[in-house]
T-cell receptor, first 113, second 112 residues
Framework: GESVGLHLPTLSVQEGDNSIINCAYS??????FIWYKQESGKGPQFIID?????DKRQGQRVTVLLNKTVKHLSLQIAATQPGDSAVYFC????????????FGDGTTLTVKP | DGGITQSPKYLFRKEGQNVTLSCEQN?????MYWYRQDPGQGLRLIYY???????QKGDIAEGYSVSREKKESFPLTVTSAQKNPTAFYLC???????????FGNGTRLTVT
């Protein structure tokens, strides 16, 4: 069977390594998913999104993977840099409750030089 | 520059006092939201508004009130009925229901 990545509240990686941040969502009716990055003392910023008709989407250094079978979302950051240190949240928006994003607990990523 | 402005950044109040947090956006977004964030936790939805003069309760609306008289503005009042008001409050807006949220930089409220 396929393994599901565990959600970890903290993740520490070496600069230059790839990072993988996992998120499990709960609502089968969710059809839109977003990853946000929150730096200390600031509001979250949009990183990348994916709709339920896709299983992968790539950005500049980020990739989001969606596995609807096990309700799992992951964010992959390539060549992690010190500026990537932040808290990362996944959010799901169900098609039955337009506008109400539900956020995960967040993962604090620390990049070691 | 388009964006969302929350003021003030830090706010201190005595228990029993109502306090209003400001949120203004110049993105021409129809929808606006208020979230509460406690240390080490995710964001919880307090109130949201999809159009002027209309708003709905979120998951933790008790002890809070809002108004949406103008498209650009969505102030949040933390009333004395809110039992644990000390938190980081985030305002957001979006173009519509299935659109990313644009957040302000938050107001940190401390009630003693």
């Amino acid at each position: 069977g396929e393994s599901v990545g565990l959600h970890l509240p903290t993740l520490s990686v070496q600069e230059g390594d790839n990072s993988i941040i996992n998120c499990a969502y709960s609502n089968s009716a969710s059809d839109y998913f977003i990853w946000y990055k929150q730096e200390s003392g600031k509001g979250p910023q949009f990183i990348i999104d994916i709709r339920s008709n896709m299983d992968k989407r790539q950005g500049q250094r980020v990739t989001v993977l969606l596995n609807k079978t096990v309700k799992h979302l992951s964010l992959q950051i390539a060549a992690t840099q010190p500026g990537d240190s932040a808290v990362y949240f996944c959010a799901e928006i169900p098609n039955t409750n337009a506008g109400k994003s539900t956020f995960g607990d967040g993962t604090t990523l620390t990049v070691k030089p | 520059d388009g964006g969302i402005t929350q003021s003030p950044k830090y706010l201190f109040r005595k228990e029993g006092q109502n306090v209003t947090l400001s949120c203004e956006q110049n993105l021409n977004h129809d929808a606006m939201y208020w979230y509460r964030q406690d240390p080490g936790q995710g964001l919880r939805l307090i109130y949201y508004s999809q159009i002027v003069n209309d708003f709905q309760k979120g998951d933790i609306a008790e002890g809070y009130s809002v108004s949406r008289e103008k498209k650009e503005s969505f102030p949040l009042t933390v009333t004395s009925a809110q039992k644990n008001p000390t938190a980081f409050y985030l305002c957001a807006s979006s173009m519509g229901a299935s659109s990313p949220l644009h957040f302000g930089n938050g107001t940190r409220l401390t009630v003693t």
